[in-house]
């Protein structure tokens, strides 16, 4: 059982390229999220699912797109790289019956230039 | 909006004494979960304590407690025995209804020294 892991660790950008960041769950877990964080700032959510097939926008969703194809899949895409979307992204999940403990993956460090 | 508000941005303790971090939110939800997250310089975050609004009694967790005072809306953590290994950034998080989005503040970086 690896819980929740992300691809990348670490990635090096110009502006204006894309990239996908991987997230991945072997919980079965219906929800997951992606939060990005920024100095001084905490955690902001950027976009989440409830389930296969169903994403919506969370606080910071400009810039980034996700799909949910599958329960265990949960990617980020930046389409065009900008400097202020240099941060470190968490992937979370949970499933209705945790009484709402998100687990968290260990982050991607993303810098873009 | 829910909002969660942290106003100790850094805090020190020595090593086996107690430490308390104070957390305030905002919200009109009646039914919500609130969260104490730790994130160690390896970054992963590792989930503390949990407290379900519904229930009085506060939580607790080893050496970690919570004082959770919800008309003055205010949830605050206490680490007894501090330890070098709790040296780290703490989160308070905010989680309401059946959304399971969570709202953080900001972060209250302790350190403990030895």
């Known amino acids: 059982n690896a819980g929740v892991t992300q691809t990348p660790k670490f990635q090096v950008l110009k502006t204006g390229q894309s990239m996908t960041l991987q997230c991945a769950q072997d919980m079965n877990h219906e929800y997951m999220s992606w939060y990005r964080q920024d100095p001084g700032m905490g955690l902001r959510l950027i976009h989440y699912s409830v389930g296969a097939g169903i994403t919506d926008q969370g606080e910071v969703p400009n810039g980034y797109n996700v799909s949910r194809s599958t329960t265990e899949d949960f990617p980020l895409r930046l389409l065009s790289a900008a400097p202020s979307q240099t941060s470190v992204y968490f992937c979370?999940?949970?499933?209705?019956?945790?009484?709402?403990?998100?687990?968290f993956g260990p982050g991607t460090r993303l810098l873009v230039l | 909006a829910q909002t969660v508000t942290q106003s100790q941005p850094e805090m020190s303790v020595q090593e086996a004494e107690t430490v308390t971090l104070s957390c305030t939110y905002d919200?009109?939800?009646?039914?919500?979960?609130l969260f104490w997250y730790k994130q160690p310089p390896s970054r992963q975050m590792i989930l503390v304590i949990r407290?379900?609004?519904?229930?009085?009694q506060n939580a607790t967790e080893n050496r970690f407690s919570v004082n959770f005072q919800k008309a003055a809306k205010s949830f605050s953590l206490k680490i007894s025995d501090s330890q070098l290994g709790d040296t780290a950034m703490y989160f308070c998080?905010?989680?309401?209804?059946?959304?399971?989005?969570?709202?953080f503040g900001k972060g209250t970086l302790l350190t403990v020294n030895p």
């Open positions: 979370a999940s949970t499933t209705t019956s945790n009484q709402e403990t998100q687990y």
């Open positions: 919200t009109s939800e009646s039914n919500y979960y």
């Open positions: 998080a905010f989680s309401g209804g059946s959304n399971y989005k969570l709202t």
């Open positions: 407290q379900e609004a519904y229930k009085q």
